[in-house]
């Protein structure tokens, strides 16, 4: 009987809208135990599973994203070293963000953004939620232009604007939470102390982050910010092919350079097949030969 109590309970936890998660167990939990179904340390179970659900499904706000943001930064740079070898050529590619950013959707997150470059010959690129975005020497190297290098950058900031990490964040917390809820009533039982469990379920949330700098985003979220990308490009008035450009180049390093991009990416033949089949969608004047001087300029 207990037992199925306990099951009903957790059901109806999972099953409820966030806002009434809390109040909706602690009333069950509490009713149960008046009756004499539960005993008391079931029911301090059940209400501290429920706050771990209710707290998982909670809105992330744009502060919350920010300071996450600056902790995935932070991982980040605890493993690459910032190159401050060319100043301008740092501004000029904040100068390539903000031409995309201002012409978004989106143009204005918490705190900015920010383009930083990474002191690396790999070939690779990184953004967080907080709008700090990374990209190594090689792949700078690697540009051909300044419509590739936007192509770049867009791609980054299309991770943010859709929200791909904060996303996989929530997923994760919310997976992490359901399976406290199991154990804490199965942890009445056994002696374990359901705060230890919580504890667990709160620090999963570092690793999280952790995980997603070292395997990458899914191939659908690639796509999509590939996808994204070609439009935010269009909207600056960069040629969307620059996109193209880059991942060809990715495509004729793979075999020479397997980290990188080709460590956390889809092939680059599938995203040129993703990217090909929306770039007829984008038609903008080809104007990168206006451009061609002030690139060379910078990353000379």
């Known amino acids: 009987m207990k037992?199925?109590?306990?099951?009903?309970?957790?059901?109806c936890i999972s099953l409820q809208g966030c806002k009434s998660i809390t109040a909706i167990a602690d009333i069950g939990a509490q009713v149960a135990g008046a009756a004499g179904v539960i005993d008391q340390n079931t029911v301090d179970a059940i209400s501290s599973s429920a706050r771990a659900i209710s707290s998982a499904a909670e809105?992330?706000?744009?502060?919350?994203?920010?300071?996450?943001?600056?902790?995935v930064a932070a991982t980040i740079l605890s493993n690459y070293r910032l190159w401050d070898g060319d100043p301008a050529l740092t501004a000029y590619l904040n100068h390539i963000c903000k031409a995309i950013v201002i012409n978004s959707d989106n143009p204005e997150i918490f705190g900015g953004y920010r383009v930083a470059i990474?002191?690396?010959?790999?070939?690779?690129?990184?953004?967080?939620?907080?709008?700090?975005?990374?990209?190594?020497?090689?792949?700078?190297?690697?540009?051909?232009?300044?419509?590739?290098?936007?192509?770049?950058?867009?791609?980054?900031?299309?991770?943010?604007?859709?929200?791909?990490?904060?996303?996989?964040?929530?997923?994760?917390?919310?997976?992490?939470?359901?399976?406290?809820?199991?154990?804490?009533?199965?942890?009445?039982?056994?002696?374990y102390n359901?705060?230890?469990?919580?504890?667990?379920?709160?620090e999963t949330v570092n690793d999280i982050v952790s995980t997603l700098i070292n395997n990458g985003y899914s191939q659908t979220q690639e796509f999509e910010a590939d996808s994204a990308a070609l439009a935010l490009l269009a909207g600056a008035g960069y040629n969307p092919s620059g996109l193209i450009n880059v991942?060809?180049?990715?495509?004729?390093?793979?075999?020479?350079?397997?980290g990188g991009f080709n460590r956390t990416h889809p092939t680059p033949a599938s995203?040129?097949?993703?990217?090909?089949?929306?770039?007829?969608?984008?038609?903008?004047?080809?104007?990168?030969?206006?451009?061609?001087?002030?690139?060379?300029?910078?990353v000379r």
């Open 271 to 298: 995203r040129l097949s993703n990217a090909r089949s929306e770039l007829g969608r984008h038609n903008v004047a080809d104007t990168s030969a206006s451009r061609r001087a002030r690139f060379e300029a910078a």
């Open 3 to 11: 037992k199925t109590v306990i099951i009903a309970i957790i059901l």
């Open 194 to 202: 359901v705060n230890e469990l919580t504890s667990i379920f709160e």
């Open 247 to 258: 991942l060809q180049e990715l495509e004729r390093t793979q075999s020479r350079r397997p």
């Open 118 to 191: 990474l002191d690396s010959d790999e070939i690779n690129a990184f953004a967080t939620s907080s709008g700090h975005i990374f990209i190594t020497r090689g792949l700078i190297a690697g540009a051909g232009s300044e419509d590739a290098l936007a192509a770049v950058i867009a791609h980054e900031v299309a991770h943010v604007q859709l929200q791909h990490s904060i996303k996989a964040i929530r997923t994760s917390r919310i997976t992490q939470a359901l399976m406290v809820t199991g154990t804490s009533a199965a942890g009445v039982a056994t002696g």
């Open 59 to 71: 809105e992330i706000t744009p502060e919350q994203e920010y300071y996450i943001g600056r902790a």
